[in-house]
């Protein structure tokens, strides 16, 4: 039930605040199609929900935000929709790269932009490097990503450093292994959210959500509030998560 936005954050308990919250942004397409339209049309309103849903996670104090915008696996769309979809990330950077500057906020991605398209891929860089000295909330934006690439390419990482003497097989446990992915040097997250209907995790932070909280919806991401995200939070500070404790 979605009350009013301030009604329903004043309930948020900020002392019991998520420090990081992913969010798997799906349902752009058939949102689009819904009302007959293309369905970049559906990514163009969902970027207006990117902006939105950043500036509330920001106010609220959320310390890291992880938004999944382009997975390894949708390189099989149409290269159409790749390209809207990659103008739309071009047109977020440059709308917003001051604002998040200035708000102290951190950009980072998870995953491999090397394969991107040039315009695109500088434009991401450039963003990284204009906050990478900000001390704020970290932005992590998961672009070419997928969960099972970045173990891999986090093992291989690993493998070199031992063919290179600087650690041994014996080094390798839970913990260290955590700064071979994207995620280095971050907690893991404790609420994923996924909205548009669908209950899976499409290759998304597979090693680091191995105790999260989900919160699933069925509104699609061009339809996602502030409220859905309120109501995400307050049902995760009711949750009891024992960590398989008792
Ligand atoms: C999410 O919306 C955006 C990306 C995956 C890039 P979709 O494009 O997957 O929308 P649906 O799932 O087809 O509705
Ligand atoms: C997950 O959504 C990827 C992103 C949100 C970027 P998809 O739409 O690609 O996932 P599936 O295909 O429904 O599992
Ligand atoms: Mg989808």
Do not use: C
């Not at 009350?3 to 969010?23: C, G, V």
């Not at 509030?225 to 995760?236: D, G, P, R, S, V």
């Amino acid at each position: 039930m979605i009350n009013n936005t301030n009604e329903l954050k004043t309930k948020i308990n900020m002392d019991k605040l998520p420090k990081h919250i992913s969010i798997i942004m799906d349902g752009n397409g058939r949102w689009a199609e819904k009302r007959s339209l293309p369905r970049n049309f559906g990514h163009q309103e969902g970027m207006k929900r990117v902006i939105e849903t950043v500036e509330a996670a920001y106010e609220l104090g959320i310390e890291y935000l992880t938004l999944y915008a382009f997975s390894t696996e949708n390189w099989k769309r149409p290269a159409s929709e790749i390209e809207g979809l990659m103008k739309i990330l071009i047109i977020y950077i440059r709308r917003e790269l001051d604002k998040i500057t200035k708000n102290n906020i951190v950009i980072n991605i998870l995953g491999d932009i090397s394969e991107l398209h040039e315009i695109p891929r500088r434009e991401v860089e450039k963003a990284v490097e204009r906050t990478k000295n900000n001390t704020g909330m970290v932005l992590n934006i998961a672009l070419n990503y997928g969960g099972r690439d970045e173990i891999v390419h986090g093992i291989k990482e690993y493998l070199k450093e031992i063919e290179m003497g600087k650690v041994s097989v014996d080094d390798l446990n839970i913990n260290s292994f955590s700064s071979y992915l994207y995620t280095k040097g971050q907690p893991d997250p404790d609420l994923v959210i996924r909205p548009s209907g669908e209950q899976r995790l499409s290759n998304f932070l597979l090693y680091q959500i191995a105790y999260s909280e989900f919160w699933f919806s069925d509104v699609l991401w061009p339809d996602f509030k502030a409220n859905h995200l309120y109501e995400a939070i307050i049902e995760f500070q009711n949750r009891n998560r024992r960590f398989g404790g008792i």
